[in-house]
C-alpha cells in the first residue's frame, strides 16, 4: 500500500488494527524529515509505529547518515546503516554562459576540472566590454550573461545532451516555457508520434469532452507531439502520467517541471537544467541547499543507456560563481530536525497515553536528540578548555611566584572598578590611547543607574542628542550618540586599562563630531580619562 505519511501517522493513532498485520514500513525521501511544514509527521511515525514493524528508510542526501541511525536504533532497537557513495551513472557538473562577444554563443564548462573550481570560469566572468562612450558613469557591460531558454535547449541538443529536464521553480513558468518551446520544435514522426498517441489515450480515457477541452488538452497533446511537455504539482494527474509515461520512453526531448518531479518519481533524464539556484519557500526567496542540489541532479543519468549524465548550472549574475561551487561540491546537508509540537499531536498523545508516557515521548524527537548530543559535545569541550586552562596556570607559575598572586596585590586590578564606580550619566569619557585615541564618549548608564528618562542634551555641544539606551547589568557603562539628524556616530568596546572581572560595557563613539570634540578641548565639558 502506497500512503502518504499523513495517513500511516493518523492510522498509528486510531489504532488501526490494520496495522497488525504490516512487517515493514518503507519511508522513502525520509530527508522530508527536516521539512518545516510536514517533517515532523515523519518522526512521529518513526517514534509511534508499532515495535513489531521494521522500518526501512532511504534517502540520498544526508551527509550525517550514522547520527540519523543513531537515533532510531535508540528509539527503536537494533539498526543497520547501509550506505554507498557510488554513483551508477557518473555525475558530470556544467556551467552554461551566454557569450555576447561570441555571436550569442553558449558557453558550457565544467565546474570542476581535476577536483578543483575551474578557474578558467573565474577568468571569463570577470572580462568586461569597453564601455560606451560619452559621461556614462556605468560599468561596461559584462560578456557573460545568463542564457535563455531555447539558446539552451539548441547547445544541449547539439551536444548529444537531451533529453533533458528542466527545472523551473514556478508552475507557471513552466507552462510557459512548454508553450514557448513547442512552437519552434517539429512534429514527430511515425512509430513515436503513435506511441504518443496511443499513451496519451490510455491516461486520459476516463475524461470526458468538456473536461479535456477544460485542460486545453488540445495544446497539451500538440505539445507532447513535439516533444515537449511541462509537470508540476497544479496538473491533474492523468496529464502527469502520460507525460511520465513519454519521458520514460525516450519520447519527449525535454520537460519543464518544479522540483516535485525530483521527489520519487522516476525520470530519469540524460541532463538536468537548473535555470536558478534560489526558489521561493513560503516566505521568501532562498538559495537551494546542497541536499536539494543533489535531489534534483539525481535525475541525471539513464542506467544502462548513458555512460555519464550532466547536471547543467545557468550562469546568473545574482549568484557567485564561488557559490555554485560550493552548494556542488558539497553533495549533501546535514539531516536537521524540524520537529515542534502542534495542536493535532498534543491532543494525540493525551488521548492515547498517561502524562509520563506523553512527555517521554515528546522527548524521543530527533530535534531532541540532536540538542543532546550537541550538549554532550560541548561538555567535553568545556572539560578540554578547563585542563588547557589548568596548563596554562600551572606555566604562569615559576620560582620568582605566580601572575595570580601579582594580580591579588592591592591597586594591581582595581582602575576598572574605581573607573565603574565614578561614573555618572551624562560624563564623558575620553580615550587618549590605545587603537581608538582622541574618541569621546558620553555615559547613558553607569554601575547599574536607571537609565536617562530624558533624551540627554550635552550643553554647549551642537547637534549631538543621546537618543536611545537600555537598562544593562550593574557595574556595566552604556554609552550611545548620535548626531541630531539620527545618524548614528558608530560602536565600540572599551576595555583598555580594565581587569577581566570589570569590562565595560557597549559603547559608541561621538569622536567623528567636531562640535563635541571643541567642546571637550575647549573645557566646556568635563571629562573623565580612561587609560
Known amino acids: 500500500v502506497v ?88 555525475l558530470e557538473p556544467i556551467y552554461a554562459m551566454k557569450d555576447r562577444w561570441g555571436d550569442d554563443k553558449i558557453v558550457t564548462r565544467p565546474i570542476f576540472v581535476d577536483g578543483m573550481a575551474n578557474r578558467s570560469i573565474l577568468h571569463q566572468l570577470a572580462e568586461r566590454g569597453q564601455g560606451r562612450r560619452g559621461k556614462s558613469k556605468r560599468p561596461p557591460p559584462r ?39 513547442a512552437t519552434v520544435r517539429p512534429l514527430r514522426r511515425g512509430e513515436d508520434s503513435d506511441r ?149 499531536m498534543a491532543v494525540n498523545l493525551i488521548a492515547n497515553y498517561d502524562r509520563s508516557r506523553a512527555e517521554e515521548l515528546l522527548s524521543a524527537s530527533f530535534a531532541q536528540f540532536q540538542r543532546s548530543s550537541q550538549d ?29 598572586e601579582w594580580l591579588a596585590m592591592p591597586g594591581v586590578d582595581d582602575s576598572g572598578a574605581a573607573l565603574v564606580d565614578k561614573l555618572r550619566p551624562g560624563d564623558v569619557i575620553d580615550i587618549p590611547k590605545g587603537s581608538r585615541p582622541g574618541k569621546y564618549m558620553v555615559v547613558v548608564e553607569a554601575s547599574g543607574f536607571a537609565p536617562l528618562e530624558e533624551p540627554l542634551h550635552l550643553q554647549g555641544t551642537p547637534g549631538i542628542v543621546e537618543r536611545e539606551f537600555a537598562l544593562k547589568p550593574a557595574r556595566r557603562v552604556l554609552v550611545r550618540a548620535e548626531t541630531a539628524d539620527g545618524q548614528a556616530l558608530g560602536r565600540y568596546l572599551i576595555t583598555s586599562g580594565l581587569g577581566d572581572s570589570e569590562k565595560l560595557g557597549a559603547v559608541a563613539t561621538a569622536g567623528s563630531s567636531k562640535s563635541l570634540v571643541e567642546s571637550v578641548e575647549s573645557g566646556r565639558i568635563t571629562t573623565t580619562t580612561l587609560g
Not at 386 to 403: I, T
Open 3 to 90: 500512503m502518504t505519511t499523513e495517513v500511516l501517522r493518523n492510522m498509528i493513532y486510531a489504532g488501526s488494527d490494520d496495522l497488525d498485520s504490516v512487517q515493514i514500513v518503507v519511508l522513502d525521501e525520509v530527508h522530508y524529515l527536516a521539512d518545516r511544514a510536514r517533517g515532523a509527521v515523519w518522526e512521529e511515525v518513526i517514534i509511534h509505529a508499532p515495535a513489531t514493524t521494521q522500518l526501512v528508510n532511504l534517502s540520498a542526501t544526508i551527509s550525517n547518515p550514522r547520527e540519523f541511525s543513531d537515533w532510531i536504533g535508540e528509539r527503536r532497537g537494533d539498526t543497520a546503516l547501509v550506505e554507498t557513495s557510488h554513483r551508477p551513472v557518473p
Open 143 to 181: 560578456r557573460f550573461v545568463t542564457p535563455r531558454r531555447l539558446e539552451t535547449l539548441e547547445s544541449l541538443e547539439a551536444q548529444d545532451m537531451l533529453p533533458a529536464i528542466y527545472f523551473i521553480f514556478s508552475r507557471k513558468g513552466c507552462e510557459d516555457a512548454a508553450r514557448t518551446t
Open 196 to 344: 504518443i498517441r496511443e499513451l496519451v489515450d490510455r491516461h486520459t480515457s476516463h475524461l470526458g469532452l468538456e473536461d479535456l477541452r477544460a485542460l486545453d488538452y488540445a495544446g497539451w497533446a500538440d505539445r507532447l507531439d513535439r516533444g515537449v511537455a511541462a509537470h508540476h504539482a497544479g496538473m491533474v494527474p492523468a496529464f502527469k502520467e502520460a507525460v511520465e509515461a513519454c519521458f520514460a520512453e525516450g519520447l519527449l526531448d525535454v520537460v519543464f517541471a518544479t522540483e516535485t518531479l525530483a521527489l520519487g518519481i522516476n525520470m530519469p533524464a540524460r541532463a538536468v537544467v537548473l535555470e536558478t539556484l534560489t526558489k521561493f519557500d513560503g516566505e521568501g526567496h532562498e538559495p537551494i541547499t546542497a541536499s536539494q542540489y543533489t535531489q534534483l541532479t539525481g535525475r541525471a543519468g539513464r542506467r544502462g543507456i548513458d555512460e555519464q549524465g550532466y547536471g547543467v548550472v545557468l550562469h546568473s549574475p545574482y549568484v557567485r560563481f564561488e557559490k555554485v561551487v560550493d552548494l556542488v561540491g558539497t553533495g549533501s546537508s546535514p539531516l536537521v530536525s524540524s520537529f515542534r509540537p502542534t495542536y493535532n
Open 376 to 404: 554532550a559535545r560541548r561538555a567535553e569541550g568545556i572539560e578540554v578548555l578547563r585542563a588547557d586552562l589548568a596548563e596554562a596556570r600551572h606555566q604562569m607559575a615559576c620560582e620568582r611566584g605566580d601572575v595570580w
